[in-house]
T-cell receptor, first 115, second 112 residues
Framework: DQQVKQNSPSLSVQEGRISILNCDYT??????FLWYKKYPAEGPTFLISISSIKDKNEDGRFTVFLNKSAKHLSLHIVPSQPGDSAVYFCAASEYSGGGADGLTFGKGTHLIIQP | KAGVTQTPRYLIKTRGQQVTLSCSPISGHRSVSWYQQTPGQGLQFLFEYFSETQRNKGNFPGRFSGRQFSNSRSEMNVSTLELGDSALYLC???????????FGSGTRLTVV
């Protein structure tokens, strides 16, 4: 059972426009969400995160929105740049107080920024 | 500050063999986690070590094991390799309980 789902395997966006990557989760115990970016032959790089007590977090061109009632989060990139072309992973965690449960990842969305 | 270092970068092994992968975390980081990335399953959590103790384990068979040394370096071992174990194995370290994971570049394991 996949607890974190990224239903779009790929997304193509024109340079300068907004990129919106979506993520759904099923485990209501998740209370922290993260987005990672991954280039080929490299490990994932942390982008931005959000706690379940918030519904929005911004960092420069990146904004993450969380809708807890819908168990949905999205990553907005504005404006999109060629260097943003990569695979984006959504991840979630359930803090069990005293130990890390590890991150549960979605399968990723390959974002392609077209010139 | 040096990042998370994983060795070797690439490895080819034969079915039935065993393999040991190494991870050196960022200096000062005491938490080390391991993940397996495959095209079909994405990134899956293997286990996490903190101060030489395994704190949590994902849903993988007992052929997958790990350990952490007093200097926080970690090793992951896979015994009796199967073709399906071919994957990118990623290590991540953190200086806090959960947040702020930094990943290494991974070890690409191919089982033939």
């Amino acid at each position: 059972d996949q607890q974190v789902k990224q239903n779009s395997p790929s997304l193509s966006v024109q340079e300068g426009r907004i990129s919106i990557l979506n993520c759904d989760y099923t485990n209501s115990m998740f209370d922290y969400f993260l987005w990672y970016k991954k280039y080929p032959a490299e490990g994932p790089t942390f982008l931005i995160s959000i706690s379940s007590i918030k519904d929005k977090n911004e960092d420069g061109r990146f904004t993450v929105f969380l809708n807890k009632s819908a168990k949905h989060l999205s990553l907005h990139i504005v404006p999109s740049q060629p260097g943003d072309s990569a695979v984006y992973f959504c991840a979630a965690s359930e803090y069990s107080g005293g130990g890390a449960d590890g991150l549960t990842f979605g399968k990723g969305t390959h974002l392609i920024i077209q010139p | 500050k040096a990042g998370v270092t994983q060795t070797p970068r690439y490895l080819i092994k034969t079915r039935g063999q065993q393999v040991t992968l190494s991870c050196s975390p960022i200096s000062g980081h005491r938490s080390v986690s391991w993940y397996q990335q495959t095209p079909g399953q994405g990134l899956q959590f293997l286990f996490e070590y903190f101060s030489e103790t395994q704190r949590n384990k994902g849903n993988f068979p007992g052929r997958f094991s790990g350990r952490q040394f007093s200097n926080s370096r970690s090793e992951m071992n896979v015994s009796t390799l199967e073709l399906g174990d071919s994957a990118l194995y990623l290590c991540a370290s953190s200086d806090r309980d959960l947040y702020g994971y930094t990943f290494g570049s991974g070890t690409r394991l191919t089982v033939v």
